[in-house]
């Protein structure tokens, strides 16, 4: 093989691996116990506490009390990049309580997050009128994902008006 042929080869690999990264940390990836599902913490959270999850979803609301911010997400499967598929199918809720302050404006309501910690157990809350049992889970990293832009309307310039010009 020439030379341009492996450079072409070595840089198209070293695309293809660092575009499915993960977004959390190496040492922390590695410690994360992929065979624990979601629907597992939400029906016995207590049997698999202690272990490191990776989970992620929409941001429901975000407080920070004097324990830490607590997040409470609406799950969603992880695709590609541990990304949260944007789909309407989730296994429930779960709360992420990390230990310092996130601006709630930032972390705001329909931001998609990736969040990997420790399962804690549940905690029992109010989810409008009924008794909801939350997942909880000790965030070690949290991951907010970049909003999408809004879309630009193209504009077509008429020396009379301006009015949209769609194709």
């Known amino acids: 093989m020439n030379r341009i042929s492996i450079v072409i080869i070595s840089l198209l690999v070293s695309v293809l691996t660092t575009g499915c990264a993960s977004i959390i940390s190496e040492e922390l990836s590695r410690q994360v116990d992929s065979s624990v599902t979601f629907e597992e913490v939400f029906d016995n959270p207590e049997a698999v506490k202690g ?9 429901v609301s975000t407080k920070n009390l004097k ?15 541990d990304k949260p598929k944007r789909i309407d199918d989730s296994g429930g809720r779960f709360l992420a309580l990390y230990d310092g302050f996130l601006d709630g404006e930032i972390y705001a309501k329909g931001r998609s997050v990736t969040v990997c910690g420790v399962v804690q157990g549940s905690r029992v809350s109010l989810l409008d009128e009924i008794e909801y049992n939350y997942p909880l889970i000790e965030a070690k990293e949290i991951h907010l994902w970049k909003q999408a832009p809004p879309p630009e309307t193209p504009f077509y310039h008429s020396p009379y008006r301006i009015w949209p010009y769609w194709y």
């Open 67 to 81: 324990e830490g911010a607590l997040v409470e997400v609406v799950q969603k499967p992880l695709g590609a990049g």
């Open 51 to 59: 272990t490191i999850v990776l989970f992620g979803g929409e941001i």
